[in-house]
């Protein structure tokens, strides 16, 4: 498996843009999870899915940020308007009920 | 909400073993105790998982005692390699994932 994917890797928009990452969770996985980090907040769970319906979005910031998983194997989080306080590494992981596997991430730079 | 103390640096050498040790107090009946390990420009990634007593894989060890209120990393015969940020986690899988917080995590630094 080719483990969880993200994209973009790197992504540098200007404030104000609207920005979609997305992710491919590991085929079979039924929980999916978007986490942001920064050297201020460090890892912070913004939302998780299980199959995929949203359970619990309380760490989502603010109603400018949203994450959709309208299948299985995908999944997106968007930003609109972004501000250059959203600028962080922002990680997806998938698991089937125990711990949890992780993209890369995807590094998301607002000037 | 279990809380979670680990040391913010630690410092070894090639060939040494190092155990970090992380502190939950509040710990639930429920919870397990998870560790990860994060590399520079990498998402974190799974080292070990128990409830109590001793667990052990190809990686590491996982030491918890008996009033299961700390419990212990232990890294035999560091290298280069394992250098990372250590995070421990407590939680209950089922219970909504909300519950496993990543703390500041422990940064070991290992020198040759």
């Known amino acids: 498996d080719a483990g969880v994917i993200q994209s973009p890797r790197h992504e540098v928009t200007e404030m104000g843009q609207e920005v979609t990452l997305r992710c491919k969770p590991i085929s079979g996985h039924d929980y999916l999870f978007w986490y942001r980090q920064t050297m201020m907040r460090g890892l912070e769970l913004l939302i998780y899915?299980?199959?995929?319906?949203?359970?619990?979005d309380s760490g989502m910031p603010e109603d400018r940020f949203s994450a959709k998983m309208p299948n299985a194997s995908f999944s997106t989080l968007k930003i609109q308007p972004s501000e250059p306080r959203d600028s962080a590494v922002y990680f997806c992981?998938?698991?089937?009920?125990?711990?949890?596997?992780f993209g890369s991430g995807t590094r998301l730079t607002v000037v | 909400l279990a809380k979670t103390t680990q040391p913010i640096s630690m410092d070894s050498y090639e060939g040494q073993e190092v155990n970090i040790t992380c502190s939950h107090n509040?710990?639930?009946?429920?919870?397990?105790i998870t560790w990860y390990q994060q590399f520079p420009s990498q998402g974190p990634r799974f080292i070990i998982q128990g409830y109590k007593t001793k667990v052990t894989n190809e990686v590491a060890s996982l030491f918890i005692p008996a009033d299961r209120k700390s419990s212990t990393l232990s890294l035999p015969r560091v290298s280069l390699s394992d250098t990372a940020v250590y995070y421990c986690?407590?939680?209950?899988?089922?219970?909504?994932?909300?519950?496993?917080?990543f703390g500041a995590g422990t940064r070991l630094a290992v020198h040759p």
């Open positions: 899915f299980n199959n995929n319906v949203p359970i619990d």
């Open positions: 986690l407590v939680g209950y899988l089922s219970g909504g994932y909300n519950k496993l917080i």
């Open positions: 509040n710990i639930a009946t429920n919870d397990y």
């Open positions: 992981a998938s698991s089937l009920g125990g711990p949890s596997t």
